[in-house]
């Protein structure tokens, strides 16, 4: 299991060849690339992500054991990354590996509700109008219900 939080972008084809090269008991690799949107008016400039170091890596970690254990996962990656980020850019990806591809779907999708909604990052969205916080949507804490 690796956990990364970075400033850096990362190689979608060179992490999802590392992370499902070693395998020969798995049946799935399921993959999600978050990409940093445009707001709905069409004006970010960038998004600006904050995180605590230390602190986020324990909670990812968690949050990916918890996966881990739930769905007998055979491993599981998340890549999240922090500072200026402008539309197009990518921003976080999870893969989960698992000997049947319901597990491993399902993990990823539960990775992905909780880095949305629990994850301890901070995001803010700057536009040509000034800068404002990005709030927790409704949707996102409604996704985590279900798990």
Known sequence: MRISVQAESFDLGEEVAAFSKEYQDVGAVVTFTGIVRNNDSGTLKEMLIEHYPGMTEKALTEIAERARDRWNLSDALVIHRHGALVPGEM???????????????????????????????????????????????????DALKRW
């Open 91 to 141: 921003i976080m990806m999870v893969a989960t590996s698992a000997r049947h591809r319901v597990a491993a779907f399902e993990a990823a999708e539960y990775l992905m509700d909780y880095l949305k909604s629990r994850a301890p990052f901070w995001k803010q969205e700057i536009t040509n109008d000034g800068a404002e916080w990005v709030a927790a949507k409704d949707a996102d804490e």
